[in-house]
């Protein structure tokens, strides 16, 4: 993304409850009100995608730098794919290229349908993704080679799993800070962030699960805590019809790092004698993701009465 001292393309000031939201507020009532039936969710997903259009119509730097990184993270998704051949064989590499190409599609797809959420804290649209967004698709991007093995029933090497964990963490310490320090901060920025990190978390623990590196109810209690956060946002939006705040807590923080630690001990080839050490780091680990969706929902509650 830009540093501070560059410009956007020019658009209108808009305050930060912005057009966009009320937009948003007002198809979620819609499919309230049209009771969640098949044609009310039809409706929501036309309107919305009929938003995205005009969104990128009405700004085409923002429409281009969306094309730019697509063909970005499509030509990343291709060299794991190379990866995956070189190390799992062309039978693997052939099989899960299919759900590959589908994951891509989704993501981009949905940092699409919401480029309207590409603004500045003074509500000014952002003319490009920049930088710390791109590094969290990246993310999401290598999350996808995982995800496209699980849905074909694959279980990755550990030491894919490891080689393409340890670039998607470095993303994710990366994005965040980089876009303070640049004051690229944005909403989309936020929403992709989220995702990335349940996409990358959750598709490494089942797949260090399933190569029996990692205890069955770790991994559920690791998965379990993402849930908890989806079922809430879930309701936020579709329920109670409000929005959800997408920042960080310093508990989620350090579950997040425990968490990390946790995958990458069990990853590494490493002694028995050391892997005896990792009971502590999980129990420890386990009781942070007890107490951050605690933490999360205290937080959601303190942005709702703002």
Known sequence: MKPAAQTSEPTPHTPAGNERSEFVVMLLAALQRGRYTPRAWGRFFADSWRKSRQTAKAHPSLARSWARVSVGMGLLGLAGWAVIWLVEGQQVALRVLPTLALCLIVQQSDVFVHLGLNRAPDGR???????PTTLTLIRGTLAGLLVAHLLRGVVPPPALTLGLYLPGVATDLLDGPLARRTSWTTRLGGYLDGEADFYLFASVTLCTWLAGRLPGWFALAMLLRFVIVI???IFSYFVAIRQVDF???IWGRLTGTGQALCLIVALLPISPGLASGLLPLLLVTLALAVLAPIMG???QLRFWKL
């Open 125 to 131: 649209l952002r003319g490009r993704l920049g930088l």
């Open 297 to 299: 929902v205290r937080q």
């Open 231 to 233: 079922a809430g946002a």
């Open 247 to 249: 920042r960080h807590t």
